[in-house]
């Protein structure tokens, strides 16, 4: 069978549980827990699909693993796959709808769209395979190791956040010192490593690994005019608006983070712009 519809099947079968789960427990983060694992199946799929006889194709499928093993690993130590362990966004918006309103919004975006989208992602794979006459090459080593940089970046990024959230803890620690320091101020946004230079270093990493995905696709058609590009750009939009919705989330429950986002990027990293002094007021003498 052709890989493209086995992925289709595999999508839709995806779909269907994660819809009719979401109806029987009243949790909305089945696509969320699911997130990590149907990737690599399609890459695999696309990679036997040549008889795993295409170096290109291997390496998509091997680096897609790399990338879902990481991200399955923290988001089980965070609770994801526990039950109660939906994703707080869900909540906040079931209580801004109505209930017919949230069911059709996790029928058609919750579950449809992002299923959706965590096929287009891979599918750079099927246009490699149609240009498997094109051997791996330099550009391939290339992606492959800029792949792997953001791979380490996300991990970093991952544990600098699990780190602060830990540090922070019912006591209040600060995150620059041990919990028993006296008079530590508790922080309340990670403002160091990664997250100076970006609010999102995380989320950098994880789009660009699948920008990189795309342009393995666009280096086996030897064109960056691929339809194929349509998963990355979706992700890409995806991602922006969930930043958009969980920093209004931020800004309300953390004081410093509209102080924070005024000099850090928001996604790609960047230096930390200045905080402005305020305007001097002349003094006057008395007469």
């Keep these: ?4 519809v086995v992925c289709l099947w595999i999508m839709l079968t995806s779909c269907a549980t994660a819809w009719i789960l979401s ?7 089945w696509v969320d827990r699911s997130w990590s694992l149907v990737p690599p199946v399609y890459a695999w799929v696309f990679a036997a699909g040549s008889g795993f006889d295409d170096a290109r194709l291997v390496t998509i499928a091997v680096l897609v693993t790399l990338w879902g093993a990481r991200l399955t690993f923290n988001f089980a130590r965070k609770g994801g796959y526990a039950p109660g362990g939906e994703d707080y966004r869900w909540a906040v918006l079931r209580g801004r709808m109505s209930p017919a309103g949230f069911g059709l919004f996790n029928l058609f975006f919750i579950t449809i769209y ?15 395979a149609l240009h498997a006459a094109n051997p791996f090459g330099p ?21 600098q ?18 919990p028993a320091e006296s008079g530590a101020a508790r ?21 660009g690994q699948w ?18 590009v349509l998963g990355a750009v979706l992700l890409t939009g995806l991602f922006i608006g969930s930043t958009v919705f969980t920093e209004r989330i931020s800004v309300s429950r953390h004081p ?11 996604i790609v990293p960047w230096f930390p712009r200045a905080v402005p002094r305020p305007e001097s007021v002349p003094v006057r003498r008395a007469l």
């Excluded at 299923?115 to 750079?124: D, E």
């Design 187 to 207: 922080p309340d946004v990670l403002r160091t490593g990664l997250f100076r230079y970006s609010r999102h270093p995380n989320y950098f990493c994880e789009l």
């Design 23 to 29: 109806l029987l427990t009243g949790e909305y983060s």
């Design 256 to 266: 410093g983070y509209p102080a924070y986002q005024r000099v850090t990027s928001a």
């Design 211 to 228: 920008w990189v995905v795309f342009l393995f696709g666009a280096v086996a058609a030897g064109s960056l005019l691929q339809w194929s």
């Design 114 to 128: 992002q299923n959706a989208i965590l096929l287009l992602i891979v599918l750079p794979a099927a246009t490699a």
């Design 139 to 159: 550009a391939d080593l290339g992606l492959t190791l800029a792949f792997l940089l953001l791979l380490v970046g996300e991990g970093v990024a991952d544990q």
């Design 1 to 4: 069978m052709d890989p493209f």
């Design 161 to 178: 956040q699990w780190d602060f959230h830990r540090a922070r803890g019912p006591r209040g620690a600060d995150t620059g010192g041990s």
